[in-house]
């Protein structure tokens, strides 16, 4: 089956930075990817969803300066938390859907996100 | 507001047993309906799809839906507990149709006790 990878798979840094995630389709091309966040115990709340070459689309509520996505190739998209508070501890899922029409997307492995 | 509802549990079933799952669905207009199963700390994982109404069956997995009154079921048939999990349902948005976007229900946890 297809695969995506997602990277790092947990991550713990201070108040205030920066955190990039990366989500990389390993053997297809993906035109779109989508980005979910999960808090412990709840279902996974789409972000936003990125084309390849253009903006991402965001959900309401979720700030689109502090969740900072870029889908620059067909294989890669990134999702950068700028100014990170504890609040945004979280798992932050990705998935990957082929080029070809009727196909499921594949998620990523998540990443685990503790901000102290 | 498409909702996806699905009862949080948890169920518990002891080992051999079926294992029967629930979700609805607000959209009318849906046509294409998941099963993912997560462990704890995991991602989700694909373990169906169903795009007609009846039965799809894979193995110890039976997917079940009834566009009518807009409800999809999962059955798992002779239950382990490798199969304890919570097993979110996911309903592709018709107006994304082509763009994949899935709206998920909360999840149901089961537990197969040995």
């Known amino acids: 089956g297809a695969v995506v990878s997602q990277h790092p798979s947990w991550v713990i840094c201070k108040s205030g930075t920066s955190v990039k995630i990366e989500c990389r389709s390993l053997?297809?091309?993906?035109?779109?990817m989508f980005w979910y966040r999960q808090f412990p115990k709840q279902s996974l709340m789409l972000m936003a969803t990125s084309n390849e070459g253009s903006k991402a689309t965001y959900e309401q509520g979720v700030e689109k300066d502090k969740f900072l996505i870029n889908h620059a190739s067909l294989t890669l998209s990134t999702l950068t938390v700028t100014s990170a508070h504890p609040e945004d501890s979280s798992f932050y899922i990705c998935?990957?859907?082929?080029?070809?029409?009727?196909?499921?997307?594949?998620f990523g492995q998540g990443t685990r996100l503790t901000v102290v | 507001q498409k909702e996806v509802e699905q009862n949080s549990g948890p169920l518990s079933v002891p080992e051999g047993a079926i294992a029967s799952l629930n979700c609805t669905y607000s959209?009318?207009?849906?046509?294409?309906f998941f099963w993912y199963r997560q462990y704890s700390g995991k991602s989700p994982e694909l373990i169906m799809s169903?795009?007609?109404?009846g039965d799809k069956e894979d193995g110890r997995f039976t997917a079940q839906l009834n566009k009518a009154s807009q409800y999809v079921s999962l059955l798992i048939r002779d239950s382990q507990p490798s199969d304890s999990a919570t097993y979110l349902c996911a309903v592709r948005d018709p107006f994304y149709n082509q763009g994949g976007k899935l709206i998920f229900g909360q999840g149901t946890e089961l537990s197969v006790k040995p």
């Open positions: 169903i795009y007609s109404n």
């Open positions: 959209d009318r207009g849906s046509q294409s």
């Open positions: 053997d297809f091309q993906a035109t779109t």
């Open positions: 998935s990957a859907r082929p080029a070809a029409a009727n196909t499921e997307a594949f």
